[in-house]
């Protein structure tokens, strides 16, 4: 068993920065890999960017890529979405996720646990 938190969203204006931040109890963090979603109001919910075990693998969204870096620290049980230049479309609620497998994969259904989610909302 997993257990996920999120935080660090908040409401922001269009080309801040945000840290979010994933905590982590139980399963040996450092076996794990772990993802960021999203899901915006009425649209399914989206791959943000993965990190395996050892962070030696990485990827991201194209929708992200060169604005969000993930990262994590084993010895924390913790991964990070540092976010910046945000934008009005990404505004969601953001969840990290657990691949008990140790992978980093951009399927949602690679992904055993889920955090309750933190809300990012970015205004124009």
């Known amino acids: 068993q997993v257990l996920l938190a999120e935080s660090g969203g908040g409401l922001v204006q269009t080309g801040a920065s945000l840290r979010l931040s994933c905590a982590a109890t139980?399963?040996?963090?450092?076996?794990?890999?772990m993802g960021w979603f999203r899901q915006a109001p009425g649209k399914e919910r989206e791959f943000v960017a993965t990190?395996?075990?050892?962070?030696?693998?990485?990827r991201y969204a194209n929708s992200v890529k060169g604005r969000f870096t993930i990262s994590r620290d084993n010895a924390k049980n913790a991964v990070y979405l540092q976010m910046e230049s945000l934008n009005p479309e990404d505004t969601a609620v953001y969840y990290c996720?657990?691949?008990?497998?140790?992978?980093?994969?951009?399927?949602?259904?690679?992904?055993?646990?889920w955090g309750q989610g933190t809300q990012v909302t970015v205004s124009s």
């Open positions: 990190i395996n075990y050892n962070s030696l693998y990485i």
């Open positions: 996720a657990a691949d008990r497998r140790g992978l980093g994969t951009a399927l949602p259904a690679d992904y055993t646990y």
């Open positions: 139980g399963r040996t963090f450092s076996t794990i890999g």
